[in-house]
């Protein structure tokens, strides 16, 4: 039998009891009386919450006269953290912007932290290509908008019965967009560049991972 077969029937009641968690912020009566602290303390550890959790219960369960089994917790959340403090789990914690797993302990240190630098990197890497993303798309917005002042103008300067100090104001208008509409041009296409050789680190991050 493999390791995934044998923890198959505990994985699946661990998610049993994270759905009844997630249902609500205490424990019941209900819940109280039929916990299962072992399975409790693994959703937990899974999860990477701190061990003083055990505490929210003792006090939800106290109003009913239920004591959780510490032991049993303590036993099944330091399984739950071996799932948890894996390099594979840091650096997609690393890499989706969250904060670093402190409830890890030291003989995972080395291996975790090297796998959530990597997965921090990648966010890093990924959040810079967004901003510039961003930025490209203002700036193509502002473009627009410069380009269809431009085009009003110009459609102005050819109507029928203009005056002449009306039209001499419009090409003043019109000349002075045009070096606007320029920098603009330059400050997107800089832009794209920085973009794709962002994208480039990016995808070479993500393609030197091993995780």
Known sequence: MTLIEKR??????????????????????????VADWRLIGYQDGVAGKSASMVGSYREDCAKHAV??????????????????????????LG???????????STTEVDLRA?????????????????THALVKKQRQL?????HEREHKLSELVMDGI????RVLLLYQI?????????VEAEISALEHELQDQRAQL???????SY
């Open 8 to 33: 198959l029937p505990l994985l699946c009641a661990a998610l049993m009891i994270t759905a009844v968690l997630q249902g609500c912020a205490t424990l019941n009566k209900e819940e109280c009386l």
């Open 95 to 105: 890499e989706s912007g969250k904060g670093y797993p402190v409830v890890c302990s």
């Open 175 to 183: 000349h002075e967009l045009e070096p606007e509409i320029a920098d």
């Open 203 to 209: 995808d070479q991050l993500r393609r030197n991972s």
């Open 67 to 92: 004591v959780p089994d510490l032991a049993a917790y303590q036993a099944g959340r330091m399984e739950g953290l071996l799932e948890y403090c894996r390099p594979d789990n840091g650096y997609r």
């Open 163 to 166: 005056r002449s100090e009306q």
């Open 115 to 131: 796998a959530y630098e990597a997965g921090r990197d990648v966010y890093l890497a990924s959040s810079e290509v967004n901003r």
């Open 143 to 147: 473009l627009q908008s410069l380009e």
